[in-house]
């Protein structure tokens, strides 16, 4: 499918996919009608022209084919005589905007958080449940199972989207975040194929958090979110050259940097912090500014980064921060110290199978000055990684 058109209708789908949830319920049914008009799109649209209402065109094929299905469904009368009420032409609205709440309704307090978060990023940011598999790091079978679980105990809640008021925003909020924070980092580093950034799942992310940050003013962790997308994403012109291939930080060429986006997350930043308990979001949004207020990479204030780190694995520890955390202690204790951090998480079998710590023990590595077992590391991370980007990057620091 021609990328152009791709683009369209991921950045339209859960637009599509609120508006038909608010109008006839059945999150699970509209889902697939929403699916069915995506590849209905693929067909139509390369052949006949991009429609002058992308939104429009896919909520009307939706509405058809949802209530085509709901007709025919036989067996449960309930759905039937409610098909029997709608027509197509009583079809949404086609100009609403009902992505965050669709964001909210997968966040219902009826799903576990892992559930909201997996469902979250299905509907809303667009991911493939093999995408959605590599975030969680389970196998993409568990994942397929986890939606499939969490679109049946939506439906039997009875959870519609119109039942979500601002008075159930504080409850769902922290699942919100965490979606949203998963969307950002799939679309800055996608986990597979041939970019390395999907710009609509950064636009889209910032876009949702910019929305309940403005509904949730006093919320400083929404806020420090905001503010950690917005610092990371000034970063993202230099984070690729021109044929794509990805750049590290060390050698990036910082005049690429956007310098509103960093007085943006930097101001916010400054008005979260003091003004509630600090959260993980805020102290990894305090990680990222720090690098975006170095000059240059020799000039990055590696000690402050590895306390704010060390406070990061305090609050909220994961083997993520460890190996975050690892890369920092070895700019101010030496490499192999931060190979001891990381030392301890070669015995889970879950990251074992995971590029990111073959490729940070690589690096670390590298400063020990232990070249073959390095090079080892570089091209184990290569093996296990499914974004080619990455896999070239890898490769040549193997080599």
């Known amino acids: 499918m ?23 319920g059945h999150f699970d049914a509209c889902e697939d009608a929403v699916q069915e008009a995506l590849l ?9 022209g991009l429609p002058a209402n992308p939104r429009g065109w896919l909520i009307r094929a939706a509405s058809r084919r949802l209530v085509d299905a709901l007709r025919s469904d036989r067996a449960r009368s309930d759905r039937e005589d409610a098909a029997n009420r709608l027509a197509p032409s009583e079809a949404p609205p086609t100009d609403s905007d009902d992505s965050l709440h669709v964001l909210l309704l997968c966040c219902h307090p009826s799903l576990t958080p892992a559930s909201q978060v997996a469902l979250t990023l299905r509907a809303v940011g667009g ?73 609509s799942l950064t636009a889209e992310a910032i876009r949702l958090t910019r929305e309940l940050a403005q509904r949730l003013p006093s919320d400083t962790e929404t806020a420090g979110l905001l503010a950690l997308m917005l610092l990371t994403e000034a970063r993202a012109p230099a984070r ?9 930080l060390a050698d990036q060429d910082r005049a690429l940097w956007d310098p509103v986006l960093i007085a943006e997350g930097v101001t916010l930043l400054e008005q979260a912090l003091p003004s509630g308990p600090v959260g993980p979001f805020q102290l990894q949004a305090a990680i990222a500014a720090v690098h975006d207020e170095a000059k240059t990479y020799a000039e990055t204030d590696w000690p402050q980064i590895a306390e704010l780190y060390r406070m990061l694995a305090a609050l909220a520890p994961s083997p993520v921060v460890t190996m975050n955390r690892a890369v920092a202690v070895a700019m101010t204790d030496g490499p192999d ?9 070669l015995g889970d079998p879950a990251l074992d199978q995971r590029h990111r710590l073959h490729a940070a023990r690589a690096h670390l590595l590298d400063l020990a000055g232990r070249r073959t077992e390095a090079r080892q590391a570089f091209r184990e991370a290569a093996r296990l990684t499914t974004s080619t980007p990455e896999q070239r990057y890898l490769l040549r620091r193997a080599g």
Do not use: C
Request: aromatic letters at 6%; proline letters at 6%.
């Open 127 to 199: 991911l493939t449940t093999e995408q959605i598999a590599a975030a969680f790091l389970v196998p993409p079978a568990t994942m397929g199972q986890r939606v499939s679980r969490a679109k049946a105990k939506l439906a039997a809640a009875g959870a519609r989207l119109g039942d979500v008021t601002r008075a159930d925003l504080p409850a769902r909020v922290q699942s919100a975040r965490q979606v949203l924070y998963l969307v950002f980092n799939e679309g800055y580093t996608a986990s597979g194929g041939i970019d390395l950034i999907d710009v």
């Open 2 to 24: 021609d990328s152009g058109v791709e683009d369209v209708w991921r950045r339209e789908s859960p637009h599509v996919l609120g508006a038909l949830v608010r109008r006839y």
């Open 40 to 48: 209905s799109a693929a067909l139509h649209w390369p052949r006949e």
């Open 240 to 248: 690729t050259d021109e044929t794509g291939d990805l750049v590290p």
């Open 337 to 345: 110290a931060a190979l001891a951090m990381l030392d301890p998480l």
